[in-house]
């Protein structure tokens, strides 16, 4: 799938497309509908299908200091959005220009202008502009003016709640992934590049493959039941320490992932590692054979919650 630059012109295959405009970093169930509403009106109108996120996210313009909160990264959301049936993700890029903009210049010179659109479908909570000053009644009105259609779809709700970014954040800090994998409909998953790391592991007869959290939400510190994808698409279940590893100095913070049944080295590959079920905080043990003894229940237990999954 086509990733397209959300601060130059679209090309003219793209042009006419239905866009769905938002952030979609988690791409929840709220998103999906928000997307497939996007892809069903595309097709029935012959027209390409595009979905639009933001990279940085305005939160990180705005709030630069603030702690990070991403579920998933561009090439997560990219695949997301081509297994949901886009044609092409539309990158904006967040910045001073854009966020000057007005609500009108913004749907005159850049949905009309740049990206041809044909039409637009958000979520009704939907803003735009500089300050935030258009909302979804403000676009249906420039949409009648300059010529595209849009569509507003209602937030989704499941067990009597809305869903969205900020409850699927708070399940995930509170060790609760099973509840954010109902709300995401898989589970969060943090993908990365897998670096050499102490062999102190090797010795416990726990290899681990390592890495950085880098932009993603920090779920709750702790061990987890998890599943790995690796480069060649085998999945791989496991146990993981994510946290900083109190037992060591100095503290590092990283996910270490052990595959149960699988020998062979990992570095320098991108992996995608599942979070299925929250086991225990971190500890802090005396010596290396109370750890190793916990580790093995630990792994008994993932290989357990793992078995019904
Ligand atoms: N490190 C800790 O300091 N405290 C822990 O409670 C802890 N539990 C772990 C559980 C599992 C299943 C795994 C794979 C690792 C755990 N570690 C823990 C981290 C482990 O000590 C790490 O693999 C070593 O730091 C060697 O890299
Ligand atoms: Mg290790």
Known sequence: MQRLDGGSAVPPPFRGAIVAL?????FHLGHQAVVGRAVADAHAAGRPAIVGTFDPHPRRYFQPQSEHFRLTTLDQRQRLFAEAGADAMLVFPFDAALASLSAHAF???RLVGAYGVG???TGIDFTFGKARQGDVAMLAALGEELGFSTVAVPPVA???????SSRIREHLKAGRPRDAAALLTRPFAIEGVVEGGAKLGRQLGYPTANMRLTHYLRPAYGIYAVRGRLADGRVLDGVANLGIRPSFDPPVELLESYFFDFSGDLYG???EVSLIDYLRPEAKFDSLDALKIQMDADAARARESLART
Do not use: K, M, W
């Open 158 to 164: 499941l067990g009597g709640e809305t869903v969205s």
């Open 107 to 109: 749907a005159a010179e």
């Open 269 to 271: 590959q991108t992996i």
């Open 22 to 26: 938002g952030n979609f970093d988690g």
């Open 119 to 121: 039409g637009v479908v």
